[in-house]
């Protein structure tokens, strides 16, 4: 199975530093602002997950005033359902610090905490806990205001604070992670009136972190890869009635990683942090390379790289245990009273029907920048689009058609390839974007 974990930004709620973690919804902006930068301002990274994490790590390591806004791991700590794991091997779940040391191993010895091997599947409450630990250690001061607006203003940016705050920017580092781009299907549209919770009739896999719940509730989940699957075991256990639809003829499972491979076997297919094999270890060691592909070959390279599929630990709890229907698609639904009617197409039979009381969405994400709502219109329509895509065109630095605007994480890999979707592309992406902007922006 390729060790991949997912990668996500944050919104914002708390600030970790300094060794400690501080609430500052209550204090003033002009209290809590010691890493501005001379003249051009700071450089603003607006996300606090692994890869903005990682960007303001090797600024501030190499003397760049950054101001970095988010809730440190938010999207780890409020998108994913309690009882999660990482689809990943330890290898490939390290975030990028400037020095040695920073490593979720390094984590793990500094904590207590027992060795990951390979054949560890990592809870995410100890991946928020690493975040954690390399914030207080690599980035110090996260600032829990949400940013509200990033629109041009000179050479640099205004960048607006909900708080009523207003910074200004030599440069903004877009490092969100995919809350915001969440989707759900047409076919499951009419359904989304009526909120989130046990009572709503349709949500997205990444709006919960109890799915206990849904315990005595009927649910079908939609969709056939790692959230589905999981979230499936997981209501399972949390006693509701599941059913799984996955529109592929079949479930993919991941393979059990072999901790000595023969030379052989390494020969043919050598590892990489996206799995085995030439062609992933081709994307995986050279994303700058992936960028240089025409770019109808790079959106193929991303719809069609690393497809659904489930951490081979997961299977002993969702096969024989879960009902899975392969080849099956939600073509209607509609809410009556407390009950949500499905009308399912599939192949080779005609349509059926089921009751449930909740549909959950395990249908992925939709790149899109005008999804972002805190850069500006003008901003967004002077960004230049991926063709085929809503995702920024990006220089080989990260850099938009907007001087100074940057974009990391899942956003950037319609551009560099599959890495980019996963905490493993962190590496690259930092050294990038942080060596750019340490030629660009005064030090402190």
């Known amino acids: 199975m390729p060790p991949l974990a997912r990668a996500s930004g944050v919104g914002a709620a708390v600030a970790v530093g300094d060794g400690m973690t501080q609430s500052l919804s209550g204090q003033r902006r002009a209290e809590i602002g010691p890493d501005a930068g001379t003249s051009g301002g700071p450089v603003v990274v607006v996300g606090a997950g692994p890869y903005g994490l990682s960007v303001a790590a090797h600024l501030r390591a190499a003397g760049v005033g950054v101001r970095v806004f988010g809730e440190v791991m938010g999207s780890w700590r409020h998108s994913m359902a309690t009882g999660m794991f990482l689809k990943s091997t330890p290898s490939a779940t390290d975030l990028s610090a400037p020095v040695q040391g920073g490593r979720l191993a390094d984590f793990c010895r500094a904590a207590g905490e027992p060795e990951l091997t390979e054949l560890t599947p990592i809870p995410c409450e100890t991946f928020v806990r690493y975040g954690m630990w390399f914030t207080q250690r690599y980035v110090g001061t996260v600032e829990a205001a949400r940013v509200s607006a990033v629109e041009r203003a ?28 969440a989707y759900v299907p047409d076919e499951l549209v009419p359904l989304a009136p009526g909120g989130t919770g046990p009572q709503a009739a349709v949500s997205h896999t990444s709006q919960h972190t109890d799915l206990s719940e849904f315990a005595g509730q009927r649910v079908a989940v939609v969709g056939g890869g790692q959230s589905a699957l999981e979230s499936a075991a997981l209501l399972h256990e949390a006693g509701a009635d599941v059913e799984v639809l996955v529109r592929d ?14 030379w052989g076997q390494r020969l043919a297919a050598p590892a990489s942090p996206l799995g085995t094999g030439w062609a992933l270890a081709a994307v995986s060691g050279a994303p700058g390379a992936v960028r240089r592909l025409p770019a109808a070959a790079r959106m193929q390279l991303f719809r069609r790289a690393l497809g659904p599929s489930g951490g081979w630990w997961l299977r002993e709890r969702v096969e024989g245990v879960v009902p899975v229907r392969t080849e099956c698609w939600v073509e209607r639904a509609r809410r009556s009273g407390a009950e949500v009617h499905l009308r ?101």
């Open 154 to 181: 000179g050479a640099g940016f205004a960048v607006r604070l909900e708080d009523g705050g207003q910074i200004e920017a030599a440069a903004v580092v877009v490092a969100t992670g995919l809350a915001t781009f």
């Open 249 to 262: 003829a079949q479930v993919r499972w991941g393979v059990r990683p072999q901790l000595q491979r023969p």
């Open 344 to 444: 399912l197409g599939g192949k080779g039979s005609g349509p059926t029907d089921r009751i449930v009381d909740h549909v959950l969405a395990a249908t992925g994400y939709r790149l899109d920048v005008d999804a972002l709502p805190f850069l500006t219109p003008s901003v967004r329509r002077a960004v230049v689009r991926v063709p085929g895509s809503q995702a920024p065109h990006l220089s080989g630095v990260f850099e938009s058609s907007v001087a100074g605007l940057y974009f990391t994480g899942s956003l950037a890999a319609p551009m560099f390839g599959p890495m980019l979707r996963f905490v493993a592309g962190t590496e690259f992406a930092a050294r990038r974007i942080a060596g750019r902007l340490v030629r660009q922006v005064p030090r402190r």
